[in-house]
């Protein structure tokens, strides 16, 4: 069913209540700051969300509040594992702009990736058969790496207490339309199809909250946990290449960075949690590595070659030298054989914006540690190190 078909009188009221809606939404809160939640844990799990709908973080002020940090806690919870949720939120998107936010996204960096787009299309009474065309198209595409896919269907329209009227409803009987639509070519895909449920009404009257995103999330995971598990394919390391460092630094304007007070508290925190001697924030170019934030060292920069980091750069769980004399890459480095004396080291990577890791956060002892400390070591690092990309990219002029 397309505008063409519908009477006069019948478009006229759903154009008027598109319009409602339009002025709800625009009165609305939405997440604002960094477009990224995690939850602790190793061997973290990346997950994408893209498009609209719940997708949005509709009514609350943070994506760790809304649909990603959710997701978040629900699938560490389930996997035992980390993870890390990346949104790209859009307000209106329908399925034909998921494509170009897919695409831009990056999606070969990711285990998962989550899909929304059926509200917007069913308010704006997409023609079913062209719908189907496009979303064919789309889930191609993005099947095209080993990844899992899953398509949030449209939750009920009218369990939103502002779109809950008789327009309302034509609107859910299309969107009802277009979920049927989705499932069937969601199994032709070899996607997984996820119908949102209404979440409990509450007594808050908010048009969405906490609970709401975390009810979906639990619904969400339901399906990706066990989709993981049964791919049990690892995601290959990208590689890390420089000329991609020094575009994604100059980006963020780094190299003229001075102070910050939030990553030295960062970094303080890491040297006097694991007890070590020197801790760094530090980034890396084509030819050196130096510090953003550090303490207990006065080094200003290092060649590339000297670099613990740039070891680590080339993981997705960080890195532990338990003893460096005993690593043929660093014995016979000055920082080793030299006054500094440094044995242990533990590193784990810190991201640009677009993905490329540039840097890392890092901890230095003159006495060797057994690699379980370094293990252990390593959950306190990944942590701090999130909150320090974080930082990155609150300064960033782009954000």
Request: charged share 25%; aromatic share 6%; hydrophobic share 40%.
């Amino acid at each position: 069913m397309d505008d063409d078909r519908v009477s006069l009188p019948r478009r006229a009221r759903m154009l008027a209540w598109r319009a409602r809606v339009a002025a709800v939404r625009n009165r609305l809160v939405r997440p604002v700051g960094e477009r990224q939640a995690f939850a602790a844990g190793r061997r973290a799990l990346r997950v994408l969300l893209v498009g609209s709908g719940p997708v949005v973080g509709w009514g609350v002020g943070s994506h760790d509040l809304a649909l990603p940090g959710g997701l978040a806690r629900a699938l560490a919870a389930a996997t035992d594992r980390g993870a890390v949720v990346d949104v790209v939120p859009h307000p209106s998107a329908g399925v034909r702009r998921l494509g170009r936010l897919l695409d831009a996204a990056g999606p070969e960096r990711y285990d998962a990736v989550v899909l929304s787009a059926t509200i917007p299309d069913a308010i704006r009474m997409a023609e079913p058969a062209r719908w189907e065309t496009h979303l064919r198209a789309l889930l191609t595409r993005a099947h095209t790496a080993e990844r899992t896919v899953i398509w949030l269907g449209a939750q009920p329209i009218r369990s939103i207490r502002s779109y809950d009227s008789a327009a309302g409803a034509i609107a859910q009987e299309h969107a009802e339309r277009l979920n049927a639509i989705a499932r069937r070519v969601c199994r032709e895909t070899g996607t997984h199809f996820v119908p949102l449920g209404a979440p409990p009404r509450g007594d808050s009257g908010r048009h969405r909250t906490p609970a709401d995103y975390l009810f979906w999330a639990r619904q969400i995971v339901d399906v990706l946990a066990p989709a993981l598990q049964e791919h049990a394919v690892r995601r290959a390391d990208p590689a890390v290449d420089a000329s991609d460092r020094v575009g994604a630094i100059e980006r963020l304007q780094l190299s003229g960075r001075g102070g910050d007070a939030r990553l030295d508290e960062i970094v303080g925190t890491a040297k006097r949690t694991l007890g070590t001697d020197i801790a760094m924030f530090t980034v890396l170019d084509d030819q050196k590595e130096w510090p953003l934030a550090s303490t207990g060292s006065v080094l200003q920069s290092i060649p590339i070659e000297q670099s613990a980091c740039i070891h680590t750069i080339q993981t997705a769980d960080g890195m532990v030298v338990p003893n460096a004399v005993e690593d043929g890459r660093f014995a016979g480095s000055s920082l080793v054989t030299g006054p500094a004396g440094l044995r242990y080291y533990a590193g784990y990577p810190v991201e640009a914006p677009d993905g490329t890791r540039i840097g890392a956060l890092c901890v230095f002892g003159r006495s060797p540690r057994e690699r379980e400390e370094g293990e252990a070591d390593l959950d306190v690092l990944r942590e701090l190190a999130l909150l320090a990309q974080r930082e990155l990219w609150r300064w960033s002029p782009d954000s």
